[in-house]
């Protein structure tokens, strides 16, 4: 006499059950495989960073992403940072300095030794999906090195970040529900094929974290402080918009969205003429606005 095991019926055929449970192991060895892959490929990329300042000592995350040894990381990291230690995974250390910051996009950009780690691949999060698998790698805690796995939560969220007395909304922000703690700010968000598609940046709750998104904005911004250090933007105040006013268009170009318009307010918009529709009163109106002066002067 032989018993049948768990996953066959006495005649010897599969049971339902059992081959459910074959499908879920595959699914959950594929999910290993997909993260692991992921981790072997940006951890390289990720340092802890130490950062002095007047008030002592703070730390956070940031990612390597040219050959030359610039890394990208949260601007509220390295606020009023006279300089720091980024160690990376295999402990190499090297020093930085801050080339340059943007509070406003809540992004920063430090200067290495090009020879401390490779750089990550940068990837475009327009194509993200609710849903979709990410992977968050930072130093949360101080524990350097760390390795957590979700999903997009949401997307479009805003953050509020603040420059002095300015408060602007960053749009278009990723919402996942991969753990982030403090010290993971300015650590990679990665998609599943190990491209950077976010720069983590709040812990907004339990299971809530939030990441600033690699777009064609923050590409611009991140091009600006390479360059300059800075990042100008016009200056629209109200411009001949008024309460309940809906923009419909703005440089000839919809505007479906807060960052539609915020994309069109970077440096090449100052001193120029800025066409704008709006709907108001269920009425279309068209007025030409002149930018006249940079956002930095409005203090």
């Known amino acids: 006499m032989t018993r049948a095991n768990d996953t066959t019926r006495p005649d010897g055929a599969a049971r339902p059950d059992g081959a459910a449970r074959t499908d879920e192991q595959r699914a959950l060895d594929a999910y290993s495989r997909i993260v692991t892959e992921v981790a072997d490929r940006v951890l ?6 130490s950062v002095a300042t007047p008030r002592g000592r703070g730390a956070g995350s940031a990612v390597m992403f040219t050959d030359d040894g610039f890394l990208l990381t949260s601007a509220h990291v390295v606020t009023r940072a006279t300089g720091g230690t980024a160690t990376f995974h295999d402990g190499t250390e090297s020093r930085f300095d801050v080339a340059g910051t943007d509070p406003l996009s809540d992004l920063a950009v430090l200067r290495t030794s090009p020879a401390a780690a490779p750089p990550a691949e940068l990837g475009d999060s327009d194509g993200l999906r609710i849903g979709q698998l990410v992977v968050a790698v930072g130093n949360p805690m101080g524990l350097a090195g760390s390795v957590t796995a979700g999903v997009v939560s949401g997307l479009g969220r805003s953050l509020p970040t603040r420059d002095g007395r300015r408060v602007r909304l960053v749009d278009d922000v990723i919402q996942t529900d991969a753990a982030l703690n403090p010290g993971n700010s300015g650590g990679a968000l990665a998609d599943s094929s190990g491209r950077v598609i976010g720069i983590n940046t709040a812990v907004a709750g339990y299971g809530l ?24 933007r016009a200056w629209l105040g109200v411009a001949g918009v008024f309460l309940d006013d809906v923009i419909v268009s703005a440089g000839n170009q919809p505007v479906e969205n807060t960052q539609a318009l915020l994309k069109l307010m970077l440096g090449p918009a100052i001193g120029t003429r800025l066409p704008i529709t709006l709907l108001r009163r269920g009425a279309f109106v068209d007025v030409v606005v002149v930018v006249p002066t940079e956002l930095a002067d409005r203090t």
Do not use: H, M
């Open 44 to 49: 390289p990329s990720v340092a802890a960073l």
């Open 209 to 232: 974290g939030l990441a600033v998104p690699i777009n064609a904005t923050t590409r611009y911004i991140v091009g600006e402080l390479l360059s300059t250090g800075r990042v100008r």
